[in-house]
């Protein structure tokens, strides 16, 4: 019961467009049965300040991190969230999000561990809606409970942990934090909280590309072209890498996930959530400061 | 820490959240954050003035002043980031008008107390703890002069 995909020009040059809607897209499909569309910010209260008409909120604290352990949460909690956002197994979700669906590409790649099969996002997320000056609610939405399986969560494809970091030396990292986390200059983004590493600086052989270099001026991700120019040329994967992206403590590099992966058509691309805060706290993994890449440990 | 040590209106504040059930704590939350009271027009043109609060995700500066004997706190921060403005209402609302030695005995615990940690997740509720160890340091340096 999945929802057409937006056949805007724009999208249509992307790796994989079915990914992507526009807000023209989603204002013409609210309400549509079959759809539903999430909101998750950084800040858990935006979405109680007005919202799109009829959205749910899935905080990225709060529902998808587990409690307890540092992990996300299970198949038998996952299953009562979605269930109580009125979104079964085969709804088509669309997220959005503040701040270049930063937190938004959070969340989907979470979906993604799941495997839930039809999840995009709205390019430019609740600012560039805002900006075109559509509608906004407070009102809450009706939200009809559903059954959603429980399905356990399949890391392989998409997650990395530290010892598959460990093991990957060789292949490409993609560090996509600030240039000061980057070269060690400090552990937490510019105007960030302190999130407790001990060490500052990078994964050996990681190539610096802070994530909102993908985004464009008004939010949206850039043009295919422009994302190849930074991505391939630039940094220099190819087709048939095996990569993996990494930040602080994985939301910005679900972003990047997103674009090597969905915009871009890289196939085996995973997200290190551990990211530095585990990266930079561990006994004996090596580091690079400055702004070179480093080169690769011996064996 | 206990009712009889807490300024009155803070622990009122404590009071109002933990008589509700987490998701009507956040209601609380927003409303203070519509609370939080426009700059006075003598400090809107003096960003100089104010100390942005690092332990915050989204930008929030405060400014505290001592004028006989009473405390006043100013704090700004953008509508996209209800959270920290509702933080900043919280302790505006809670601390302005006092004495500077009873700002400074409020409890550096003061914001996890408020049963907001499952509302809003302790990680963020840390960024007002951060917000209110800067008004006290504020504080301390107002009277130091």
Partial sequence: ?299 | MNATTLPARLAETREDFLALGVRDRLQLLLEFSNELPELPERYADHPDLFERVEECQSPVFIFVEVADGRVHLYATAPAESPTTRGFASILVQGLDGLTADEVLDVPADYPQSLGLGAAVSPLRVRGMTGMLGRIKRQVRERIAV
């Avoid at chain 1, 079959?34 to 990225?60: F, M, N, Q, R």
């Avoid at chain 1, 198949?75 to 085969?90: C, H, M, N, V």
């Avoid at chain 1, 560039?128 to 939200?143: F, K, Q, Y």
Wanted: charged fraction near 25%.
């Fill in chain 1, 1 to 299: 019961m999945s929802a057409e995909f937006d056949a805007a020009a724009k999208l249509a040059e992307y790796a994989h467009p079915e990914r992507l809607v526009t807000t023209d897209w989603l204002a013409e499909h609210l309400g549509q049965p079959g759809l539903v569309v999430v909101e998750s910010d950084e800040d858990v209260l935006l979405y109680e300040t007005g919202h799109i008409p009829g959205a749910v909120k899935i905080d990225w604290h709060l529902d998808l991190n587990d409690p307890v352990v540092r992990d996300y949460v299970g198949g038998e909690q996952f299953a009562a969230l979605l269930g109580s956002k009125g979104i079964a197994r085969d709804t088509t979700v669309v997220i959005y999000g503040d701040k270049n669906n930063w937190w938004a590409a959070y969340a989907l790649w979470v979906f993604t561990l799941f495997g839930h099969e039809d999840v995009r996002l709205l390019d430019g997320g609740r600012d560039l809606w805002i900006a075109e000056g559509r509608e906004l609610t407070t009102a809450a939405p009706e939200v009809t409970l559903v059954e959603y399986p429980v399905v356990e969560r399949d890391d392989r494809a998409v997650r990395a942990y530290k010892d598959d970091v460990l093991a990957h030396f060789g292949n490409p990292l993609v560090d996509v934090r600030s240039p000061e986390e980057y070269s060690g200059e400090r552990t937490t983004a510019p105007a960030y909280p302190e999130e407790g590493a001990l060490r500052a600086g990078h994964i050996p052989t990681a190539a610096s590309v802070p994530w909102a270099r993908a985004a464009a001026a008004d939010g949206t991700f850039k043009s295919r072209a422009e994302l190849d120019a930074i991505y391939r040329d630039e940094v220099g994967l190819a087709d048939g890498d095996d990569i993996i992206a990494y930040c602080r403590i994985g939301e910005r590099s679900s972003h990047t996930w997103f674009v090597l992966n969905h915009l871009l058509g890289f196939e085996k691309v995973r997200n290190y959530d551990g990211s530095w805060t585990e990266w930079g706290s561990a006994v004996r993994v090596p580091i690079v400061t400055g702004e070179a890449r480093g080169e690769a440990p011996a064996r």
